[in-house]
């Protein structure tokens, strides 16, 4: 999965998850993003190429906003080595200037 990446994820400096805004329930727990996409850590498999649309509380206020919503698509899910559990890849669709200033914010250890 790293092989494909354009840029280098980095791990959130804070706790984030995702709740997927068609069932509002939460799809896992973000442990790294960057511009182009995410990687979250789910209960659940996720099937690839499906196309979610993402709702994430900030922890603060970054960018001039407390919430950010996104839509992703999912590229692969294998199972964690804590059995039960998921690591599911997903690549952000037409992010927003205000998305990518949020992301690269979240990224930062000094907000």
């Keep these: 999965m790293d092989e494909k990446r354009k840029s280098e994820r980095q791990n959130p400096f804070y706790f984030l ?3 997927d805004m068609a069932d509002h ?3 896992g727990r973000i442990v790294n993003l960057n ?5 979250l850590f789910c209960e659940n498999p996720i099937t690839a190429n499906r ?19 996104l839509m992703a ?6 199972e964690d080595k804590d059995p039960g559990y998921y690591r599911c890849g997903f690549h952000f669709e037409e992010l927003s200037k205000k ?8 990224c930062q250890s000094d907000l």
């Design 25 to 27: 329930q939460i799809n």
């Design 51 to 69: 196309l979610f649309k993402f709702k994430m509380a900030l922890p603060e206020t970054i960018a001039d906003r407390k919430q950010m919503t």
């Design 99 to 106: 998305n990518i200033e949020t992301i690269t914010k979240l």
């Design 73 to 78: 698509k999912s590229v692969w899910c294998i």
């Design 17 to 19: 998850r995702a709740f």
């Design 35 to 39: 511009c182009d996409g995410m990687t």
